[in-house]
């Protein structure tokens, strides 16, 4: 028995057009009973990314398939097919890449591969609706000899940040503080890793502060002429500004007096 792990290098939550590593480790288990005889052999083993797309068909209405189409490779168990036995339909997926051929694995002993691969651009991203589905998935298939294929799925989120692929960041305007303690050093660029260009997007798109300005709370605004000819217009009654006549005459007795 071999027994197989793959862990992601950053998380499981990547930006469409980063860079997925993933360590795949294979270990043959030490057990009282192992021999020298005990060693395990594997013929092969690959790894892919695919987007499994899955909508309820009771919401949403889909195109009739095309019944004619017989997949032959799907129903092979000696063929790598990543979405095997899983519902929708497979919208995406990158090449496979062979991590290696005819591997022999003593009692105890254990041999690690490393995946990496881009994640496209132009895909979806991920979501879990009650009608729609998209689910990404790393998934790594290995053989034995005169055996069945057996299937190891890692799943992962893909944001999708729509302008990111042209976006520059600026130069003229810095968007977060700076420390004046720290040098630079030359040749860094903010946009290294496309998790920082992110960053730098959205602080920068949330950072601008309006040029209007909002009145402080108790405060209210001065009338204007064009806000009291509308007040007119619907219906309102128009309040007057002159003082009246009683007003007028009580002042003017309390001058004499």
């Known amino acids: 028995m071999i027994e197989v792990v793959a862990k992601l290098?950053?998380?499981?939550?990547?930006?469409?057009g980063e860079l997925l590593e993933c360590v795949i480790t294979f270990t043959n288990p030490l057990s009282a009973a192992s021999t020298s005889a005990s060693s395990e052999m594997?013929?092969?083993?690959?790894?892919?990314?695919?987007?499994?797309?899955?909508?309820s068909e009771n919401?949403?209405?889909?195109p009739p398939s095309d019944g004619s189409k017989h997949d032959v490779q799907?129903?092979?168990e000696t063929v790598f097919v990543p979405n095997r036995g899983e519902r929708g339909q497979c919208i995406l997926s990158t090449p496979p890449k062979i991590l290696f051929c005819d591997l022999r694995l003593d009692p105890g002993e254990s041999k690690s591969y490393s995946y990496c691969e881009t994640l496209p651009i132009d895909g979806p991203p991920s979501f879990r609706g009650q009608s729609v589905k998209y689910v990404y998935k790393l998934t790594i298939g290995c053989q034995r000899v005169?055996?069945?294929?057996?299937?190891?799925?890692?799943?992962?989120?893909?944001?999708?940040l729509h302008g990111l692929k042209d976006y520059q960041c600026p130069q003229d305007e810095a968007v977060a503080p700076s420390n004046p303690f720290l040098e630079e050093e030359e040749g860094l660029k903010k946009d290294s890793r496309l998790a920082d260009l992110a960053t730098d997007l959205l602080m920068a798109a949330t950072s601008r502060r309006s040029l209007r300005r909002s009145l402080p709370l108790g405060e209210p605004a001065a009338p204007t002429r064009a806000g009291m000819e509308a007040s007119l217009l619907n219906g309102r009654p128009r309040v007057s500004t002159k003082p009246s006549?009683?007003?007028s005459s009580l002042r003017g007795n309390l001058i004499n007096t």
Request: one cysteine or more.
């Open 42 to 55: 594997l013929a092969w083993a690959s790894a892919q990314i695919h987007c499994q797309f899955h909508a």
């Open 9 to 16: 290098g950053r998380g499981p939550v990547f930006l469409a």
């Open 245 to 247: 006549k009683e007003f």
């Open 59 to 62: 919401r949403v209405a889909l």
């Open 146 to 160: 005169n055996s069945p294929i057996k299937l190891l799925r890692v799943p992962f989120r893909v944001l999708v």
């Open 74 to 76: 799907a129903e092979n």
